[in-house]
Structures are given as C-alpha cells and as structure tokens.
C-alpha cells in the first residue's frame, strides 16, 4: 500500500541546483527539445540512447576521442557496439587533479590512518606504472591482486589500467581456495598481496595464505605493507619483493597514457561462486567509466572535493564503483576492517572526522545499527551527510524509517541494486524525485529496465523479473574463457531471447519505483505461487528476538513448502509463542501464503564474503546436495547448521 507522504522530498531550490537538471538542460538545448520532468527525460534516454551517452561524454569531459559514431545497433542486444571508433584510457580520467588536496584518506579500524594527495596518488601510480613495463606487462596482460581497501590498491589498478592490463581482486580474508578458483582462470602475470591487515582489533596475517596462492599462480609477486610483515612475507616467497623493492628503481614522471577502444577490456570481476566455479565476468573500460560518471555526477549529484564514502572490501563490486569516485574529483574515504570496531560508532565517527557527503554501506548495517539500539544522528555531527546509498539486499521498509529517525531526517536515501554482472546499478536513488518508504526511487538514466511476467509481457504492479530490453554501454564484454559466448549468453539472455534477464525478482510501485523481493534463483514457490524471500525477511528480522534469518523452498510431498531458519538474539529460545508472533507477524505483514511451514533456529547463516546471505546453498545441503565451493563462503561452517535436520524429515 503506498504511503500518502514521501520520506524525503527535493526543494525546488534542490531540483534546480542539482547536476542533472543541469545536464537535462544541456541535452534539451543540444537536441532542441523540453524535457517536463525526469520520466520524461529517462525515456528520451533510452530511446535516443547514443545522442545521450554521446551528451554525458562530453557534459562530463571524458578525456579521449570519442569518434563518429556513439552507438552501432541493429536490435540485437549482443551485437550492439557503443563508441567503436572511440580512443581512451580508464585511469587518465582518474587521475585529472594532481595537486597537494586529499584524494583518498584511509582508515584501518583505529589501528591505522593516512591520506594521500592527488599529487602523492599521481607520483606513485606514475613509479608502479613504471615497474609493470618493467615486467613486459601491458595491453589485455592481467593483473591480480589479494588486498585491502587501502589506497596502494587503487595505486595499482591506476598502474594496470594506464596500460591497457586487466585488474582483478579479492580481499584477503578468501581462502587459498577461493583465490585460485578465481585468479587460477585467469592467468595473471603479476599477484599483488598485502602482509596482513586488521580485523575486529587484530592483525590478521596472510604470509603462509599469499605463499600458497603466489606458487600455484608462478608468476612475481609483490607484497604491500600494512601489519608490518611485508619484508618476512616477501622473504618466504620465491619471486616475491616489497612494493618498496618494486618502485625503489623509479622516480616519478608524467604518466604515459595507452590509449585504447572504448570496449577494450578494464576489469575481471566474479559471480559469488556458491553454486559452482565463479564466473569471470570481464568488464569494458570505456563501458565503467561512462556508467560511473553518469552514476556518481547525475544520480548522486557528486562533486569534486566532496568526501565519498562506500563500505566495501575489494572482493565486492561496490569497491570499483567507489574507485571511479576519483573520475569526479572527490575524495575517497577508504575503510577496511569490521564495521564494529573498537566500537559501534567508529564508520559514523568516520563520517563526522571527515565530513562525509555519501555514506554508503549494506542493508544489513543499516540493520544492525538499528538493532543495537544506536541513534547515529544524536551523538555524531553529520551537517555534511546529504546521500545514504544501500545495497547488498533489499533495504526494509523500517530500515527506511530508521534512517530518517535516527541517522538524519533531511538526507536523501537511495536504496540501489545492480551488480557484479554490470558493475554498477539498473535502479538507484534520483535527486530530484521524493523518496518512499521502502522503494527504489527508480531505474538509471539511459537503461531500458523492465519487469515482465513468465510469458515476456510487462507488469506494472505485479511481481515479476527486471530485465533491460535494449543494450547499454556496460553490459560486459563477455566471460572470460568463453570463446563462443555460450556462457554468457546463458546466464543472461536465455529466460527471454535478445533481453537481459537480471535475475531479480521486482515491482513496480505506483510512485514509478521499483521494490526488489530477492532473487530469482531463491524465489519460493509453494503451490505454484512465486514469493520473494526478501517479503519474508522484511517482516520477521523487524522483530528484536530475531537478528537475522533464511528462508528456503523444501521440496516435500510433490510441492514445494516454505521453511524458516532463524538466527536469535543472545539469550532466547524459540519457543510456541515467539514462534506464534512470527508467523502473525507474516501474515499480516505479507500475506498467508508467506507464513513458513517450519520455523527452525540455528546459531549461524551462511554469507558470501561481501555479506549476502545465501539461500541456494542452505537449499542445497537441506537436501543432501553438495554445496560445490564453500570458499566463496565467509563462514562454510555455518552449513553444518542445515545438515540432516529431522524436523525437515516430516
């Protein structure tokens, strides 16, 4: 039911300072047309969508030739080509403002802080920039790092992209396993990794992990100082130096720029990995660039010298979206570590220390905090704070609320979904629309999206699958190791022929948002009726017993049949009534169909190592199927917790 008052409201003074009015204007002018309000600028952006890709490359002052032609298409999503005759290089449009002011400013926990200027980031991109060619590295070469969120990370990726090599990473909390299944496809001709880095209060070390890991990829490795091990860890690798080792040969100078096609490939990133080997999903550069300009500049109105904030490791999509911050000229702050230590506060301590204009972070912290009891906006002067993103999983509608009551009643809230898969986002938070409580403000300048039911038709209203019907620049190159494109095509384009399948279940509101119930893969169908298990999460994690819960489809008795697995707050029991009150509260907060035919406790959910929890491998080990790389688990023992469960026997 929609609410009768939004949340968040732009003033009209907003409305007419914000980036993208500006933009919208420039495009009206260009093209000689009025635009009478966002939707209607958004379906001209897709209609028109190489007069607007071409528009938002020169309105954000791309550096490169852009050519003739903006957008070779002939209907096929798959063989339409942005830019093709286009020359640029990813990390010249990063690093556009040396100078002493900060570029990035790094916090380890309490254990650790730095800033870098934009003159020390050029200086040591320049110098690693220096070392890769020394190693005969260059154009389509790749480059694999196991790091923290820390800036010699995005040092480096400058480095590698300056080249025209092709940057992947993981955090080092991964298993040995789980980095090789992703790096051992790769082929890298250089592993970066870091001594060790903190955790939770603790130095975390990694010298026996990195050894593994570097002698089953064979190739140099360079280890990055942060717990102080670097020169013992570097010692016990064959072919391993120091990063100090690395750039003592090179001083800095003007960076050399590789000019390349706009599709030529930037980044490896990779699917979760929980049902089977992680796919390695290859990304353009000219693809990111754009779609990070356009998301940063227009749809959260970014601007140079302000204080963007993600919380991310290195293993999550969301850390090159937050590294693509530099493109705009903010300042980047950069965190690794726990959330929650030495305390509760230390991310919004953070955000007041250093005036944070976007505070991004996970559902599930925004959960959190609520659950603690923590009234961020109280204790913290957070003046600066205008944007809070949220993504990983579907934000609440108390999650919403909480925000407006107890982080800051005056700030734009944007609930954003995308992906691994583009990179970036299909439905994000708009500057100039209100917000709703519990809704997605709506879909990303120039991208098709839709929701559709099972037989290809839109719904509006109706629950269904997010697709794009029409291509967009940074749809991925293709998978890599997949020389037909068999895989690629199948994990996108085979549930509705030439349209990208998502692989969200979604719906659109009557504000013109969009609410996500989860994924597909995980939807329930009991009784042949498809429920979201996001529907299901959003009422019962809203009760204090409850800290957080999985929900599965058993299949039982030729059906299909819904349980509930619930992880509890210290100190209480499952008992019939706290049982009784979840299922109320199911009920009349989503429908009878929603309520669980079980209800179970157990002590742990299992999560991937960016947070999510994963329902396809509790599925997997209720029904006595092997969960095929627990390494892309952050907590594999927590499986244990589903194995031969007798109340799922009858």
Not at 31 to 40: G, I, K, M, V
Not at 168 to 181: A, E, I, Q, R, W
Not at 210 to 226: E, F, K, N, S
Not at 491 to 501: I, K, L, N, T
Request: contains cysteine; proline residues 6%; charged residues 20%.
């Amino acid at each position: 039911m929609a609410e009768e008052t939004p949340l968040w409201r732009p003033t009209v003074q907003d409305i007419a300072g914000a980036p993208v009015t500006h933009f919208m204007n420039f495009c009206a002018a260009r093209h000689h047309r009025l635009f009478a309000d966002y939707d209607d600028f958004h379906r001209w952006s897709v209609a028109e969508r190489g007069d607007f890709w071409s528009a938002l490359w020169d309105f954000c002052g791309v550096a490169g030739d852009k050519g003739e032609r903006a957008l070779v298409d002939d209907g096929d999503m798959l063989s339409a080509r942005f830019f093709p005759d286009a020359r640029l290089n990813f990390a010249e449009n990063l690093l556009h403002r040396p100078g002493p002011g900060d570029a990035m400013v790094f916090r380890a926990e309490d254990q650790f802080e730095i800033r870098w200027s934009w003159q020390r980031l050029a200086d040591t991109v320049s110098r690693l920039q220096q070392a890769l060619k020394a190693l005969g590295i260059g154009p389509g070469d790749r480059v694999a790092a196991m790091m923290p969120n820390m800036p010699e990370t995005i040092a480096c990726m400058l480095a590698a992209a300056s080249l025209g090599a092709v940057w992947s990473s993981c955090s080092p909390d991964f298993g040995v396993n789980g980095v090789l299944d992703r790096f051992g496809q790769i082929g890298p001709k250089l592993f970066i990794c870091c001594d060790g880095y903190w955790y939770n209060g603790k130095v975390q070390h990694v010298g026996e992990k990195a050894r593994a890991v570097a002698a089953a990829l064979d190739v140099p490795t360079v280890i990055v100082p942060l717990a102080g091990d670097a020169e013992a860890v570097a010692s016990a690798i064959e072919s391993a130096t120091t990063l100090a080792s690395f750039l003592a040969p090179y001083e800095a100078r003007p960076i050399e720029y590789t000019p390349l096609p706009f599709s030529h490939p930037l980044y490896i990133l990779f699917s979760s990995g929980t049902t089977g080997i992680p796919k390695c999903i290859v990304h353009s550069a000219g693809g990111v660039l754009l779609q990070h300009l356009k998301e940063h500049r227009l749809h959260c109105s970014l601007k140079a010298g302000e204080r963007l904030f993600y919380f991310t490791t290195c293993g999550w999509m969301m850390w090159n979206w937050l590294a693509s911050g530099l493109a705009s000229g903010a300042t980047l702050c950069l965190y690794d570590g726990s959330p929650f230590a030495p305390g509760p506060d230390i991310l919004f301590d953070y955000a007041e220390r250093e005036g944070f204009a976007i505070f991004g972070t996970s559902a599930k912290y925004i959960d959190a905090v609520r659950k603690a009891g923590l009234r961020p906006g109280a204790l913290h002067d957070l003046s600066s704070l205008r944007l809070v993103t949220s993504t990983g999983s579907p934000l609440s509608p108390e999650g919403f609320a909480f925000v407006y009551d107890a982080i800051k009643t005056d700030v734009q809230l944007a609930s954003i979904s995308g992906g691994t898969d583009i990179v970036s986002c299909f439905v994000l938070g708009i500057p100039v629309k209100p917000v709703w409580r519990g809704e997605i403000q709506g879909a990303g300048l120039g991208l098709a999206v839709d929701v559709w039911d099972e037989d290809g038709k839109p719904v509006l209203g109706e629950k269904g699958e997010l697709v794009c019907t029409r291509a967009f620049p940074n749809m991925p190159v293709g998978f890599w190791n997949d020389p037909d494109g068999a895989k690629y095509r199948a994990a996108y384009f085979s549930s509705f022929p030439g349209v990208w399948c998502h692989g969200d279940f979604a719906e659109w509101t009557a504000h013109g948002g969009m609410i996500i119930h989860g994924r597909s893969d995980a939807t329930l169908n009991p009784g042949g009726v498809r429920i979201g298990t996001a529907e299901i999460y959003n009422q019962v994690e809203q009760l204090e017993e409850v800290l957080e819960a999985i929900c599965i489809g058993q299949d039982f008795d030729d059906d299909v049949r819904v349980i509930l697995f619930v992880r509890l707050a210290e100190g209480v029991t499952l008992t019939s009534e706290l049982e009784k009150r979840i299922r109320t509260r199911i009920r009349e907060g989503a429908s009878p169909r929603h309520v669980p035919a079980k209800i179970i406790a157990v002590s742990d959910i299992p999560r991937t190592k960016s947070g999510k929890i994963v329902e396809l491998a509790v599925r997997e080990v209720v029904h006595a199927r092997p969960v095929k790389n627990k390494e892309a688990l952050a907590n594999p023992e927590a499986l244990a917790c589903f194995e031969g469960l007798e109340a799922l026997k009858s």
